[in-house]
Nanobody, 124 residues
Framework: VQLQASGGGLVQPAESLTLSCTTS????????MGWFRQAPGKEREFVAA???????VYADSVKGRFTISRDNAKNTVYLQMNTLTPEDTGVYYC???????????????????WGQGTLVTVSS
């Protein structure tokens, strides 16, 4: 099983960035896909998740600015990030789980597989 995250980079505040996570070795359409991030010196935190029916959930800190989506034909999940701030800086990880419990989507322990992370730096 592989999850390959990409699309990170250096952007200025208020700019946008789209992350991608392409998977292999799993039946992608059956999995809940999540994005987490880890800022320097902080714990990894939940950002967003999307389930098989394309219902999504977001952390309060990104609600209204980030959009998660999936393309089952490409085995890929995306994270569109708008109006970025320096507080969004961190390594972004994608993750996959077959857990069906909506209330667990924000829990790191619910995820079975993790990608290697892609660095997003928001700075002027």
């Amino acid at each position: 099983v592989q999850l390959q995250a990409s699309g990170g980079g250096l952007v200025q505040p208020a700019e946008s960035l789209t992350l991608s996570c392409t998977t292999s070795g799993i039946t992608f359409s059956r999995y809940v896909m999540g994005w987490f991030r880890q800022a320097p010196g902080k714990e990894r935190e939940f950002v967003a998740a999307i389930n098989r029916g394309r219902a999504s959930v977001y952390a309060d800190s990104v609600k209204g600015r980030f959009t998660i989506s999936r393309d089952n034909a490409k085995n890929t999940v995306y994270l569109q990030m708008n109006t970025l701030t320096p507080e969004d800086t961190g390594v972004y990880y994608c993750a996959a789980t077959q857990t069906a419990i909506y209330s667990s989507y924000a829990s790191r322990s619910a995820y079975d597989y993790w990608g290697q992370g892609t660095l997003v730096t928001v700075s002027s």
